[in-house]
């Protein structure tokens, strides 16, 4: 199981297709990813469920391809 602590900002976050989806801002509570605005598509922040991520080691890396992450992370402003 991934725990929050694993998770630091300025982590990579890779998909599991291995495209980038973003760089980690910080933990928003204990299970949610928020993903920084400056790296984004739309200039959002974006949240990623911490149940997405299949492992943790230099990157954050999802069970869920890039298409798959995009069309389901919820923004938050």
């Not at 890779?14 to 984004?40: C, F, N």
């Not at 959002?44 to 911490?50: E, F, G, R, S, V």
């Not at 997405?52 to 298409?67: I, M, R, S």
């Amino acid at each position: 199981m991934i725990s929050a602590t694993d998770i630091r900002e300025h982590m990579e976050v890779k998909a599991a297709d291995g495209s980038r989806v973003g760089i980690v801002d910080h933990m928003e509570g204990s299970d949610r990813i928020k993903l920084t605005k400056s790296d984004s598509p739309d200039g959002q922040h974006h949240l990623i469920p911490l149940d997405w991520v299949n492992h943790v080691d230099a990157h954050v890396h999802l069970a869920k391809n890039a298409d798959e992450v995009r069309r389901q992370w919820s923004s938050a402003n």
